[in-house]
Antibody
Framework: QVQLQESGPGLVKPSETLSLTCTVS??????????WTWIRQPPGKGLEWIGN???????KYNPSLKGRVTISIDTSKNQFFLRLSSVSAADTAVYYC??????????????WGQGSLVTVSS | SYELTQPPSESVSPGQTARITCSGD??????AYWYQQKSGQAPVLVIY???KRPPGTPERFSGSSSGTTATLIITGAQAEDEADYHC???????????FGGGTKLTVL
């Protein structure tokens, strides 16, 4: 059974950096054919694709985040990570990690974490 | 960034057919994926590659795509289908993903 679990601070101050970890069990982040993805959802709003990472470390990001986002991976710990810098209240959201089970990363999100609410406030 | 457009809301009577549309410039070349999200829960994939059902998706869910519009179809909607539905696809390069704004489906 594949499971993903987000972890990290629930409160971040404006202008600081948001950091989240996704710990994966039941599957390896170090093998080909899957893309490991971050998605967020502001309260009461729709989903936003943040970006993804392949086991090799290759990344794709949403250009709307204007270079503030970094996704990395640690295959030895079976984890991948999100860092979002210079946060503002607009970054308040539930952050999900998910597995894209399509070998080319087209959007077959078959497993999701339960979501982690991050609030940006002083 | 790439944009997909969905209607904010749709309503359907129990037993009737619901159709939810998703429009995007790259949809003639890229697949659409559909996710169902119930209140307080993570989304669940219900349709992939425009029209295919993953294991566990009821047969009343189907999908189609024509030109710049993909459509999720629920034939014989049930009360349990009341949820938010989100489409997903990528831009023409395949490098940028996007969700539609989501459609709240009411079954009443």
């Amino acid at each position: 059974q594949v499971q993903l679990q987000e972890s990290g601070p629930g409160l971040v101050k404006p202008s600081e950096t948001l950091s989240l970890t996704c710990t994966v069990s039941g599957a390896s982040v170090g093998i080909a054919n899957y893309y490991w993805t971050w998605i967020r959802q502001p309260p009461g709003k729709g989903l936003e694709w943040i970006g993804n990472i392949y086991y090799s470390g290759s990344t794709k990001y949403n250009p709307s985040l204007k270079g503030r986002v970094t996704i990395s991976i640690d295959t030895s710990k079976n984890q991948f990570f999100l860092r979002l810098s210079s946060v503002s209240a607009a970054d308040t959201a539930v952050y999900y990690c998910a597995r894209d089970g399509d070998s080319t990363g087209r959007g077959y999100f078959d497993y999701w974490g339960q979501g982690s609410l991050v609030t940006v406030s002083s | 960034s790439y944009e997909l457009t969905q209607p904010p809301s749709e309503s359907v009577s129990p037993g009737q057919t619901a159709r939810i549309t998703c429009s995007g410039d790259a949809l003639p070349k890229k697949y659409a994926y559909w996710y169902q999200q119930k209140s307080g829960q993570a989304p669940v994939l219900v349709i992939y590659e425009d029209r295919k059902r993953p294991p566990g998706t009821p047969e009343r869910f189907s999908g189609s795509s024509s030109g710049t519009t993909a459509t999720l179809i629920i034939t014989g909607a049930q009360a349990e289908d009341e949820a938010d539905y989100h489409c997903y696809s990528t831009d023409s390069s395949g490098n940028v993903g996007a969700f539609g704004g989501g459609t709240k489906l009411t079954v009443l």
